[in-house]
């Protein structure tokens, strides 16, 4: 079995900074891609950001310059660096990885979800 696990959400006033992090565990041989979604209240689920293995990256338009994704391959696990922070940021944010098992069968996984709250 494999977990996704999401930490570091939480309250933060408008233009500050939060990082959340998504670890995967269990029977893992690798993970592929992985990225960030969220999704607020009333909304439908969207992505944020997207990572290779092999490092490439992808952001949604409405965070550009302000996150920045990345990931350790040795310790399967994924972050997410917000910075200038604003109250449409509010959201539920999730982690999901294309993980491939001990039986090398490949399929994603989605962590629970982390809340993050911007005040104005």
């Known amino acids: 079995q494999v977990q996704l696990v999401e930490s570091g959400g939480g309250l933060v006033q408008a233009g500050g900074s939060l990082r959340l992090s998504c670890a995967a565990s269990?029977?893992?041989?690798?993970?592929?891609?992985m990225g960030w979604y969220r999704q607020g209240p009333g909304k439908q689920r969207e992505l944020v950001a997207t990572?290779?293995?092999?490092?490439?990256?992808n952001y949604a338009d409405s965070v550009k310059g302000r996150f920045t994704i990345s990931r350790d391959n040795a310790k399967a696990t994924m972050w997410l660096q917000m910075n200038s922070l604003k109250p449409g940021d509010t959201a539920v944010y999730s982690c999901?990885?294309?993980?491939?098992?001990?039986?090398?069968?490949?399929?994603?996984?989605w962590g629970k979800g982390t809340l993050v709250t911007v005040s104005s």
């Open positions: 269990g029977s893992i041989v690798r993970v592929n891609a």
């Open positions: 990572i290779t293995s092999g490092g490439s990256t």
């Open positions: 999901n990885a294309y993980v491939i098992d001990l039986q090398y069968y490949g399929m994603d996984y």
